[in-house]
């Protein structure tokens, strides 16, 4: 454990900032999700929503630092 006050600071917000990132990567993992499974279906309109609301949400993930930019393009 950290000695000096700052540091102690920094380990209590790395840590927030570690669990706020691992649920928008599991956010982000569900809508990628969904499109796979709406393809499948068949369902035309449901993936191409799908797909849409994914991209966002990749980008956004992307802009933010939670993923790296060619991660989102793929």
Excluded: P
Aim: charged share 30%.
């Amino acid at each position: 454990m950290a000695n000096i006050k700052s540091q102690k600071k920094r380990v209590l917000t790395n840590e927030k900032a570690r669990i706020r990132n691992k649920a928008e990567k599991s956010a982000l993992k569900t809508a990628v999700k969904r499109v796979d499974e709406a393809v499948v279906a068949g369902d035309k309109a449901a993936a191409v929503e799908a797909a849409n609301k994914a991209s966002k949400a990749l980008d956004v993930a992307a802009s933010k630092g939670i993923i790296h930019k060619n991660q989102a393009a793929n």
